[in-house]
């Protein structure tokens, strides 16, 4: 049974930083492809991230997140972070990770994710 649980989130002014967490339990991690996904009060989700199972651990990253966050993977701990930094207020919402096979983004959205975790919230704020 695949669990995927994230920690990390919290309050933080603008301009600063956090680190997200995904811990992976149930599955090879490096058989998946992860993607980072956040919804935000009467929004939809969108997905931010996505680091792929290849050995390059290529990635997408959202337009609105491009040089600010950085994903990445530790096959051996089975977990794959989030370095979020330059946060923005806009950048408040629930963030979720999630499974697939590969990083797949149309018109600029991530598609074809299963399992999902339960999220952590994040709040940008001063």
């Known amino acids: 049974q695949v669990q995927l649980v994230e920690s990390g989130g919290g309050l933080v002014q603008p301009g600063g930083s956090l680190r997200l967490s995904c811990a992976a339990s149930?599955?090879?991690?490096?058989?998946?492809?992860i993607g980072w996904f956040r919804q935000a009060p009467g929004k939809e989700r969108e997905g931010v991230s996505c680091?792929?199972?290849?050995?390059?651990?290529?990635?997408w990253n959202a337009d609105s997140v491009k040089g600010r966050f950085t994903i990445s993977r530790d096959n051996a701990k089975k977990t794959v972070y989030l370095q979020m930094n330059s946060l923005k207020p806009e950048d408040t919402g629930v963030y979720y990770c999630?499974?697939?096979?590969?990083?797949?983004?149309?018109?600029?959205?991530?598609?074809?994710?299963?399992?999902w975790g339960q999220g952590t919230q994040v709040t940008v704020s001063s």
């Open positions: 999630a499974t697939s096979l590969v990083c797949t983004a149309v018109l600029g959205k991530l598609i074809g994710f299963t399992s």
């Open positions: 149930g599955i090879p991690l490096d058989g998946y492809a």
């Open positions: 680091v792929t199972k290849t050995s390059d651990g290529s990635t």
